[in-house]
């Protein structure tokens, strides 16, 4: 019975390091039937919204419009602040990592003390008399290290699904971020676009007006 023992304790950290707080997520099952009539041609969707969309609007050739989408980086606030809740969600993993391995703590501690006691020291002065004369205490220096290390096994998985949770965060943020960016392009091309418009109605409006000039000056 004793020879088992250390064969049982085995047995049971592999299982206790087997288990996780929560179970695994699994997607839930919905009734559906195989297919639908209006669906032909169909195919099923891959959400993709993390993904960045690239320059989409070098399409139309305008590099006064190319010009004005490289600032949007840096100067819409909305953009940055999600670019700042990204970054904030990646650093959350790495933290939430830490927790697997161990961790080191280190001091160090430096004192100067000084003995107040005196001491009587017999000497001769220039002449040859014999003086005594009293000397204070020497200064010490003391220097001090400590170190100290601790790891705890995740026995239950509570790092695991902190990591898987954190995780999960940052690609909610990254899709926040890529729609902001494409939010944020999209104004801006619609606004160039509507500007552009109206520079060509006002100028179209300016040459009819020179042209009734010239009609009624002629007339």
Do not use: H
């Not at 697997?100 to 002065?125: E, H, M």
């Not at 705890?152 to 990254?174: F, H, I």
């Not at 007006?209 to 010239?214: E, F, L, N, Q, W």
């Amino acid at each position: 019975m004793t020879r088992s023992r250390p064969l049982f304790a085995i047995l049971l950290a592999s299982a206790l390091t087997a288990c996780a707080v929560g179970p695994n997520y699994v997607r839930p099952s919905a009734a559906t039937p195989p297919a639908f009539k209006e669906g032909q041609g169909w195919t099923l969707a891959i959400p993709a919204d993390d993904r960045p969309r690239g320059p989409w609007w070098s399409l139309f050739n305008d590099p006064v419009l190319d010009g004005l989408m490289a600032r949007v980086e840096v100067s819409n606030q909305n953009l940055a602040a999600a670019i700042a809740a990204y970054d904030q969600a990646r650093a959350v993993i790495n933290e939430q990592r830490t927790a697997y391995f161990p961790t080191v703590q280190a001091t160090l501690g430096a004192t100067r003390t000084k003995n107040s006691s005196s001491q009587t020291i017999a000497t001769t002065d220039a002449n040859g008399v014999p003086v005594t004369r009293s000397v204070g205490g020497r200064a010490v220096n003391q220097l001090r290290a400590n170190a100290s290390a601790s790891w705890a096994p995740d026995v239950w998985g509570s790092v695991r699904r902190s990591v898987e949770g954190a995780r999960a965060t940052a690609q909610a943020s990254a899709a926040t971020l890529a729609n902001a960016r494409l939010s944020a392009q999209g104004e801006l091309a619609t606004a160039y676009f509507e500007l552009r418009a109206l520079d060509a109605q006002g100028d179209l409006v300016a040459a009819s007006i020179a042209a009734y000039d010239k009609a009624f000056k002629i007339t």
